[in-house]
């Protein structure tokens, strides 16, 4: 809300540029005239050449995140640049001259040899368009610079409507009274001015502070991803994005594990999305128990739609961009993932095992990586765990969530089986139903006129690590997000509090699925980071496996850990990422898998000390 809230001042400031001064004379001559010849040409033109100079600039952003990490510094020389300009008005009327001179000249075109008419007044919102644009030039690209840090999305139009609308505004008080207005702005442009410079000086001190890692969250405020700031609750009320599990469909008998209850009370409180998911998932178990029945009859799978276009993906890996005119004749299996979720690395042995046995036979598995925390757009991060997890089918990079809207997709992870013909034929959201999910992938390669298809299913008995199928039964704790935004059962006596570094201390003994910190952390929307060595996070859970999502220093320095489990080393149950003895090491932004018990599963305290400052920490999540 704040950054609207500055949008639309700054829109409104724009005004009073000195370089739009000279057509306003030209503007108010004009309130006088009937609105429909004369107000409404001037804001269509207006209007069109704000909006081309903005798309320009949208574009320009929007290349600016393909360049991912070179982008990134490439966006904070451009905001300098834009703070400077702020701060200095004659750098910016200097480099504005050109196209204000062509102002001048239609807006005198307009005014003296084109009369009264539609046509004139049209002109003159050319004119005005193009003084303005480039007079608000500097907080616009604030804007559009700070937005293409992460990517152009819902919030990032409605910081440009704001800052239109706060233009919009003030112009629409001018046209209404007219020169008494104009005479006021004249008098209050030095204040303008300043107010102009003080916003430079805060962005080049924000500048500053993210160049050097001493920010405290300003990236994280204006994130436009998963689940950060004003933006992800836009998202999340306009274009809902949710995992899906096992835990969150009812099992075979129909009883809800206690674990699988609480995580649902847990969302419910957070978000409200919690009740639309656990009715959507539970659409696929009728589903699937008529598939367990099957007898490729094509009336046993409904038409559920038609494969939408696969557009906006930021990069394709494995493969050239594909569309739904070039996958027609193929049977298809989307796959929406996303590499930190543990529920999408769980099923990836199956895709992938689809993937290898029926691509002669004429499937094409596609994987579409919809991030949900911030280092999960970096499209260099997402190619490390394509390569690392073995998978050699196609991935759209769907930073934009141009797919997943297509799909009108809620869940990670999301399967969709699509027929020869494009058609939607089939889905299922979360975890488990394998067998029944290969049938439908039988059924439509036989109705596609394939032969000799064979009736067996795959087994992943082999799988290790995090992709090794969950212990369903023994799960009693629910994933757990450590950022304020979502931050449930907190348990250290010191409160969470965000976007400041603050002291905190273990709970002595936390409850079943509490957490709490130890040390001087700084919790922020969607990831909590240590300032001082030493910190640790404590969880008491019950599940055979425990992960955590972590991430090395802002500036990829490795970080130490040592784990410990009822205070002593864990032993045999080390997860894949720790040795015996409890070390290990954080040196790159993923899942780490640091618990899996080889016992009997019992509630157990869980810690794990950071031995070098600046890890980041952001979710748990159990199996």
Known sequence: MLLILLSYLGGALTIVSPCILPVLPFVFARTGQPFVRSGLPLLAGMALTFALVATLAAVGGGWV???????????????AFFAITLLLPQLADRLTKPLVALGDKLSSKAAGGQGSGAGASFVLGVATGLLWAPCAGPVLGLVLTGAALNGASVGTTLLLLAYAAGAATSLALALLVGGQ??????????????LRRGLGAAMLAGVAAIATGLDTGLLTQISTVATAGVEQKLIDTLAPRDKASNEDMPPEGGAMM???????????AAGGTMMARSAMAGEAGPAMRAMRAATHGSDELPVEGQLPPLNGAVEWLNAKPLTAAQLKGKVVVIDFWTYSCINCLRSLPYTKAWADKYRAQGLVVIGVHAPEFAFER?????????????????VAIDNDYAIWRAFGNQYWPAHYFIDAQGRIRHHHFGEGDYAQSEQVIQQLLEEAGGRNVTNTVVSTEDARGVQQQSDAGQVGSPETYLGYERAQNFASPEQQAANVARQY?????????????????????EQITLNQAG?????????????LVLGPTRDGKPVRFRVTIDGAAPGASHGTDVKADGSGVIDSQRLYQLVRQSG????????????DPGVQAYAFTFG
């Open 505 to 525: 201390t273990a709970p002595a003994k936390p409850g079943l699925n509490q957490w709490g910190l130890a040390g001087n952390w700084l919790a922020q929307a």
């Open 378 to 394: 970096n499209v260099n991060n997402v190619r490390k765990a394509v390569k690392d997890l073995g998978i050699t089918f196609p």
């Open 600 to 611: 009997e599963v019992a509630d157990r305290t869980f810690s794990i000390e950071f031995l």
């Open 181 to 194: 207005v104009f005479s006021a702005m004249k008098r209050s442009l030095g204040a303008g001015e300043w």
């Open 65 to 79: 995140v393909q360049a991912n990490q070179y982008g990134r510094w490439l966006a904070l020389v451009l905001m």
């Open 535 to 547: 910190g640790s996070i404590v969880y008491r859970f019950h599940a055979r496996d425990l992960h």
């Open 258 to 268: 206690r674990s699988a209850a609480a995580a649902r009370s847990d969302e419910v």
